[in-house]
């Protein structure tokens, strides 16, 4: 299993980015699939989720403003982040649990400046 995040960068408070996991396989239409996040000098903590029925769940800091989804035909996952705030900044991974495995993307830095 493979997973390729990609789609951060620097932006101003305010501001809007869309981060993307592309999956080898058909990972994402058949398990679990979810976003952490790292800040600098903290522990990676869950933000979004998407389970196989669609189902969401987020961390309280980024409800309302992050949103989660997937394209099953493009074995891609979504993470579209409105209103960012200077403290969404830090490195972000997506992440499956695959025949009993877990599995990291290598990560992709969302940095937002006040």
């Known amino acids: 299993v493979q997973l390729q995040a990609s789609g951060g960068g620097l932006v101003q408070a305010g501001g809007s980015l869309r981060l993307s996991c592309v999956a080898s396989?058909?990972?994402?239409?058949?398990?679990?699939m979810a976003w952490y996040g790292q800040a600098p000098g903290k522990q990676r903590v869950l933000v979004a989720a998407i389970r196989t029925d669609d189902t969401t769940n987020y961390a309280d800091s980024v409800k309302g403003r992050f949103a989660v989804s997937k394209e099953n035909a493009e074995n891609t996952v979504y993470l579209q982040m409105n209103n960012l705030k200077p403290e969404d900044t830090g490195v972000y991974y997506c992440y499956t649990v695959a025949r009993g495995r877990v599995y990291w993307g290598q990560g992709t830095q969302v940095t937002v400046s006040s």
């Open positions: 396989g058909s990972i994402i239409r058949n398990n679990y």
